[in-house]
């Protein structure tokens, strides 16, 4: 007996199929971030907060980086100013992102994501509201090689 499967079936089930695994890649085996460097710092032991002033502020960034959905709330950092890829001391300035909290393993990605210990450190920073955040800083590079991947 021979059973005939439809065009538009085989078709879901493929779509479906590489969805699912799209969608394992992104949440379980994040092989599109850089290794870990040897000079990043320790992991952490607890969840933390999470200040982000540029690409960390997308959604869709979060979801690839940490592998799930990551509300953010707005969030000021007071004396400071973005400058590029890096932060500037500004006496005046309230630079405006958004505020969110990872599990260390997310800690982790975000430390793969960001290269620390290679093109970027995690400084404790404390927030407009009285709470500490991690920040991510590029690391004493300046000018335009501090573009340079």
């Known amino acids: 007996m021979t059973f005939l499967i439809s065009r538009p079936i085989v078709t879901i089930v493929i ?5 699912a695994g799209m969608w394992l890649l992104v949440t ?3 092989v599109y971030l850089p290794r870990l460097d040897d000079n990043a710092p320790p992991p952490l032991q607890d969840d933390a907060r999470v200040f982000g002033f540029a690409t960390l502020t997308n959604p869709l960034v979060r979801l690839v980086v940490l592998g799930r959905v990551v509300p953010a709330e707005p969030a000021t950092l007071r004396g400071w ?3 590029r890829r890096d932060l500037r001391a500004t006496q005046d300035f309230m630079l405006q992102g958004v505020v969110f909290t990872v599990t260390p393993e997310e800690m982790t990605r975000l430390d ?5 210990g290679r093109k970027y450190r995690r400084d ?4 407009e509201d009285g709470n500490a955040a991690w ?6 590079t300046t000018g335009p ?3 340079a991947d």
Do not use: F, H, K
């Open 28 to 30: 379980r085996a994040p």
């Open 81 to 83: 100013d973005r400058n």
């Open 112 to 116: 793969r994501y960001e290269q620390t």
């Open 135 to 140: 920040v991510y800083r590029l690391i004493g």
């Open 15 to 19: 779509i479906a199929v590489l969805l």
């Open 145 to 147: 090689e501090a573009l």
């Open 124 to 127: 404790l920073m404390t927030l």
